[in-house]
Protein backbone atom coordinates (compact mmCIF):
# COMPACT_ATOMS: atom_id res chain seq x y z
CA UNK A 1 0.00 0.00 0.00
CA UNK A 2 0.73 3.43 -0.24
CA UNK A 3 1.98 5.65 2.84
CA UNK A 4 -0.20 7.20 5.21
CA UNK A 5 0.92 10.36 7.13
CA UNK A 6 0.25 10.39 10.70
CA UNK A 7 0.14 13.97 13.39
CA UNK A 8 0.99 14.69 15.97
CA UNK A 9 4.26 12.36 16.39
CA UNK A 10 3.64 13.21 20.48
CA UNK A 11 -0.05 14.39 21.60
CA UNK A 12 0.50 15.18 25.45
CA UNK A 13 -3.20 16.03 27.03
CA UNK A 14 -4.51 16.59 30.70
CA UNK A 15 -6.39 13.59 32.32
CA UNK A 16 -10.15 13.73 31.43
CA UNK A 17 -9.47 15.93 27.65
CA UNK A 18 -9.55 14.51 24.60
CA UNK A 19 -7.20 13.44 22.49
CA UNK A 20 -7.64 13.20 18.52
CA UNK A 21 -4.79 11.61 16.04
CA UNK A 22 -4.91 11.85 12.31
CA UNK A 23 -4.02 10.39 9.21
CA UNK A 24 -4.00 11.21 5.82
CA UNK A 25 -3.19 8.57 2.85
CA UNK A 26 -3.15 8.40 -0.89
CA UNK A 27 -4.47 5.60 -2.02
CA UNK A 28 -7.95 5.54 -3.46
CA UNK A 29 -8.42 2.03 -3.40
CA UNK A 30 -7.87 1.80 0.36
CA UNK A 31 -10.77 0.37 2.09
CA UNK A 32 -9.84 -0.62 5.31
CA UNK A 33 -8.68 1.59 7.98
CA UNK A 34 -7.56 0.07 11.67
CA UNK A 35 -6.20 2.16 14.75
CA UNK A 36 -3.59 0.13 16.74
CA UNK A 37 -2.27 0.83 20.33
CA UNK A 38 1.33 -0.58 21.29
CA UNK A 39 2.47 -0.39 24.92
CA UNK A 40 6.20 -0.36 25.56
CA UNK A 41 7.76 -3.38 24.36
CA UNK A 42 4.47 -5.32 23.56
CA UNK A 43 2.43 -5.96 20.60
CA UNK A 44 0.66 -3.72 18.52
CA UNK A 45 -3.20 -4.14 19.68
CA UNK A 46 -6.29 -3.23 17.22
CA UNK A 47 -8.37 -0.86 19.36
CA UNK A 48 -10.72 0.04 16.78
CA UNK A 49 -11.40 -0.32 13.00
CA UNK A 50 -13.39 1.15 9.86
CA UNK A 51 -13.96 0.35 6.61
CA UNK A 52 -15.01 2.65 3.66
CA UNK A 53 -18.83 1.75 3.62
CA UNK A 54 -18.98 4.18 6.60
CA UNK A 55 -17.71 7.81 7.78
CA UNK A 56 -18.19 6.76 11.71
CA UNK A 57 -17.83 3.80 14.47
CA UNK A 58 -17.51 4.58 18.04
CA UNK A 59 -17.07 2.12 21.06
CA UNK A 60 -16.86 3.63 24.74
CA UNK A 61 -14.58 6.10 24.73
CA UNK A 62 -12.58 5.70 21.22
CA UNK A 63 -14.28 6.49 18.01
CA UNK A 64 -12.68 6.58 14.09
CA UNK A 65 -13.82 9.08 12.02
CA UNK A 66 -13.39 8.59 7.83
CA UNK A 67 -13.20 11.36 4.99
CA UNK A 68 -13.00 9.25 1.70
CA UNK A 69 -13.16 12.31 0.13
CA UNK A 70 -10.54 14.02 1.68
CA UNK A 71 -8.99 11.00 2.22
CA UNK A 72 -8.50 11.29 6.04
CA UNK A 73 -9.55 9.41 9.04
CA UNK A 74 -8.74 10.64 12.38
CA UNK A 75 -9.08 8.77 16.39
CA UNK A 76 -10.45 10.69 19.36
CA UNK A 77 -10.05 9.18 22.87
CA UNK A 78 -12.55 11.33 25.09
CA UNK A 79 -11.89 11.48 29.00
CA UNK A 80 -8.90 10.18 28.78
CA UNK A 81 -6.87 8.10 31.60
CA UNK A 82 -3.36 7.08 32.55
CA UNK A 83 -3.90 3.51 30.92
CA UNK A 84 -4.17 5.11 27.39
CA UNK A 85 -0.65 6.50 27.54
CA UNK A 86 0.72 4.60 24.92
CA UNK A 87 1.88 4.65 21.02
CA UNK A 88 -0.89 4.63 18.38
CA UNK A 89 -0.54 3.92 15.04
CA UNK A 90 -2.89 4.26 11.92
CA UNK A 91 -2.73 1.81 9.29
CA UNK A 92 -4.72 1.27 5.77
CA UNK A 93 -5.27 -1.45 3.59
CA UNK A 94 -6.79 -2.03 -0.27
CA UNK A 95 -8.11 -5.00 -1.73
CA UNK A 96 -5.32 -6.98 -2.02
CA UNK A 97 -3.40 -9.30 0.45
CA UNK A 98 -0.24 -6.96 0.28
CA UNK A 99 -0.97 -5.94 4.17
CA UNK A 100 -1.29 -2.96 6.13
CA UNK A 101 0.70 0.20 5.42
CA UNK A 102 0.99 1.70 9.14
CA UNK A 103 1.74 5.44 9.65
CA UNK A 104 4.91 6.30 12.08
CA UNK A 105 2.88 6.69 15.24
CA UNK A 106 1.88 9.44 17.67
CA UNK A 107 3.37 9.08 21.29
CA UNK A 108 0.21 10.04 23.50
CA UNK A 109 1.05 10.93 27.16
CA UNK A 110 -1.80 11.17 29.31
CA UNK A 111 -1.16 14.13 32.37
CA UNK A 112 -2.29 13.44 35.85
CA UNK B 1 -9.69 -19.51 18.82
CA UNK B 2 -6.71 -18.60 16.32
CA UNK B 3 -3.43 -18.10 18.04
CA UNK B 4 0.06 -16.88 16.89
CA UNK B 5 3.25 -18.01 18.27
CA UNK B 6 6.67 -16.25 17.17
CA UNK B 7 10.22 -17.21 18.87
CA UNK B 8 12.53 -16.33 20.52
CA UNK B 9 11.14 -13.35 22.22
CA UNK B 10 14.47 -11.75 21.91
CA UNK B 11 18.26 -12.59 20.66
CA UNK B 12 21.06 -10.69 20.62
CA UNK B 13 23.42 -12.15 17.57
CA UNK B 14 26.77 -10.88 16.29
CA UNK B 15 27.29 -9.51 13.18
CA UNK B 16 27.84 -11.53 9.81
CA UNK B 17 25.95 -14.31 11.89
CA UNK B 18 22.83 -16.11 10.50
CA UNK B 19 19.12 -15.57 11.77
CA UNK B 20 16.04 -17.70 11.41
CA UNK B 21 13.06 -16.54 13.40
CA UNK B 22 9.70 -18.71 13.20
CA UNK B 23 5.79 -18.22 13.16
CA UNK B 24 3.21 -20.39 13.60
CA UNK B 25 -0.43 -19.97 13.43
CA UNK B 26 -3.06 -22.41 14.59
CA UNK B 27 -6.89 -22.11 14.72
CA UNK B 28 -7.27 -21.27 11.01
CA UNK B 29 -6.57 -21.98 7.31
CA UNK B 30 -4.90 -20.98 4.63
CA UNK B 31 -3.97 -17.34 6.62
CA UNK B 32 -2.16 -14.76 4.78
CA UNK B 33 0.99 -13.79 6.98
CA UNK B 34 3.39 -11.23 6.99
CA UNK B 35 6.46 -10.20 8.34
CA UNK B 36 7.04 -6.56 10.07
CA UNK B 37 9.69 -4.52 11.67
CA UNK B 38 9.76 -1.74 14.16
CA UNK B 39 13.38 -0.24 14.15
CA UNK B 40 13.26 1.82 17.89
CA UNK B 41 11.16 4.60 17.82
CA UNK B 42 9.66 3.82 14.76
CA UNK B 43 6.54 2.80 12.93
CA UNK B 44 5.93 -0.37 11.73
CA UNK B 45 7.57 -1.30 7.37
CA UNK B 46 6.43 -4.76 6.24
CA UNK B 47 8.87 -6.70 5.26
CA UNK B 48 7.15 -9.87 3.36
CA UNK B 49 3.85 -11.43 2.84
CA UNK B 50 2.24 -14.50 2.01
CA UNK B 51 -0.90 -15.72 0.65
CA UNK B 52 0.26 -19.54 1.15
CA UNK B 53 2.74 -22.36 0.88
CA UNK B 54 5.75 -21.60 -1.27
CA UNK B 55 4.26 -17.70 -1.76
CA UNK B 56 6.55 -14.84 -1.40
CA UNK B 57 6.39 -11.33 -1.72
CA UNK B 58 9.06 -8.98 -0.60
CA UNK B 59 8.60 -5.06 0.04
CA UNK B 60 11.82 -4.12 0.42
CA UNK B 61 15.03 -4.97 -0.94
CA UNK B 62 17.53 -6.18 1.77
CA UNK B 63 19.30 -9.07 3.23
CA UNK B 64 16.43 -10.98 4.52
CA UNK B 65 14.80 -13.69 3.03
CA UNK B 66 11.26 -15.68 3.88
CA UNK B 67 10.02 -18.66 3.52
CA UNK B 68 6.51 -20.71 4.12
CA UNK B 69 7.02 -24.50 4.37
CA UNK B 70 3.94 -25.12 5.71
CA UNK B 71 -0.02 -23.29 5.69
CA UNK B 72 0.62 -22.04 9.11
CA UNK B 73 3.95 -21.83 9.71
CA UNK B 74 6.11 -18.89 8.18
CA UNK B 75 10.23 -18.16 8.76
CA UNK B 76 12.08 -15.07 8.57
CA UNK B 77 15.83 -15.52 7.82
CA UNK B 78 18.94 -14.04 7.45
CA UNK B 79 22.40 -15.03 6.01
CA UNK B 80 24.66 -12.79 7.40
CA UNK B 81 22.81 -10.20 9.85
CA UNK B 82 23.98 -6.62 10.02
CA UNK B 83 23.80 -3.90 12.51
CA UNK B 84 21.48 -2.02 10.58
CA UNK B 85 19.06 -5.33 11.43
CA UNK B 86 18.51 -4.50 14.88
CA UNK B 87 14.63 -3.66 15.84
CA UNK B 88 11.30 -5.69 16.67
CA UNK B 89 10.28 -7.97 14.27
CA UNK B 90 6.56 -9.05 14.03
CA UNK B 91 4.93 -11.58 12.61
CA UNK B 92 1.41 -11.35 11.47
CA UNK B 93 -1.64 -13.28 9.96
CA UNK B 94 -4.98 -12.18 8.74
CA UNK B 95 -7.96 -13.26 7.61
CA UNK B 96 -11.16 -11.09 5.97
CA UNK B 97 -8.72 -8.03 6.75
CA UNK B 98 -8.13 -8.49 10.34
CA UNK B 99 -5.28 -8.68 11.28
CA UNK B 100 -3.42 -10.56 14.56
CA UNK B 101 -0.01 -9.38 15.52
CA UNK B 102 2.77 -12.29 17.05
CA UNK B 103 4.24 -11.03 20.32
CA UNK B 104 7.55 -10.38 18.41
CA UNK B 105 11.04 -10.94 18.63
CA UNK B 106 13.47 -8.26 19.73
CA UNK B 107 16.85 -8.46 17.82
CA UNK B 108 19.97 -6.81 18.62
CA UNK B 109 22.97 -7.31 15.95
CA UNK B 110 26.24 -6.43 18.40
Known amino acids: GENVEQHPSTLSVQEGDSAVIKCTYS??????FPWYKQELGKRPQLIID?????GEKKDQRIAVTLNKTAKHFSLHITETQPEDSAVYFCAHSGGGADGLTFGKGTHLIIQP | SQTIHQWPATLVQPVGSPLSLECTVEGTSNPNLYWYRQAAGRGLQLLFY??????ISSEVPQNLSASRPQDRQFILSSKKLLLSDSGFYLCAWSVLKYYTFGSGTRLTVV
Open chain 2, 50 to 55: SVGIGQ
Open chain 1, 50 to 54: IRSNV
Open chain 1, 27 to 32: DSASNY
